[in-house]
């Protein structure tokens, strides 16, 4: 039983296009978010959201979006895809205490040509 | 804006020995760290958390220790194992922050 599963895994596209990555966790956990990873391995937040608020870390261009459907899904939507944005792009989750760790799913790579 | 390095971008370590990775960060009052380790082509898996009013904590071979004086952590893997061998993330959080990463310590452990 997987914890936190993204779809899909490998993502090739063409700059200008919109892709959606799908995450899904069946922990119950209150919060879910996206990470990025990039080329030197450096792991920054992008969102983070429970049923209440959205929170976006400022330096993310509005061409991303999460989106929520219920508690357990949050999928990200990139609009006009470029080339920086190939990197590793990483769904956790965590109950609403954080401090008992984040449940990370395994990355999709993204790769913008 | 919160600051979180990491010693050492990689340690190589000789099987057997204690490895001691650092984790220093400024600008920042958590009131807890937490302790990841990466595998190649994986998520980040959660090992270690420790409180701001906690000075050490252990798991198995594991032990971090918590200074907020010094605002730093080390994290300890003692009997190093080749199968020890990952990147490891230091990560500041608590109230409504979020988790802020550490840029990583890669570990290899050698036979």
């Known amino acids: 039983d997987t914890a936190v599963s993204q779809t899909p895994k490998y993502l090739v596209t063409q700059m200008g296009n919109d892709k959606s990555i799908k995450c899904e966790q069946n922990?119950?956990?209150?919060?879910m978010y996206w990470y990025k990873q990039d080329s030197k391995k450096f792991l920054k937040i992008m969102f983070s959201?429970?049923?209440?608020?959205?929170?976006i870390n400022e330096t993310v261009p509005n061409r991303f979006s999460p989106k929520s459907p219920d508690k357990a899904h949050l999928n990200l939507h990139i609009n006009s895809l470029e080339l920086g944005d190939s990197a590793v792009y990483f769904c956790?989750?965590?109950?609403?205490?954080?401090?008992?760790?984040?449940?990370f799913g395994s990355g999709t790579r993204l790769t913008v040509v | 804006s919160q600051k979180i390095e990491q010693n050492s971008e990689a340690l190589n370590i000789q099987e057997g020995k204690t490895a001691t990775l650092t984790c220093n960060y400024t600008?920042?009052?958590?009131?807890?760290l937490q302790w990841y380790r990466q595998d190649p082509g994986r998520g980040p898996v959660f090992l270690l958390l420790?409180?701001?009013?906690?000075k050490e904590k252990r798991k198995e071979r594991l032990k971090v220790t918590f200074d907020t004086t010094l605002k730093q952590s080390l994290f300890h893997i003692t009997a190093s194992q080749p199968a020890d061998s990952a990147t490891y993330l230091c990560?500041?959080?608590?109230?409504?922050?979020?988790?802020?990463f550490g840029t990583g310590t890669r570990l290899t452990v050698i036979p």
């Open positions: 956790a989750s965590s109950q609403r205490d954080r401090s008992y760790g984040y449940t």
């Open positions: 922990l119950g956990h209150d919060t």
């Open positions: 959201y429970n049923n209440k608020e959205l929170i």
């Open positions: 600008n920042y009052s958590p009131a807890y």
């Open positions: 420790i409180r701001e009013n906690e």
């Open positions: 990560a500041p959080g608590g109230g409504a922050n979020n988790l802020f």
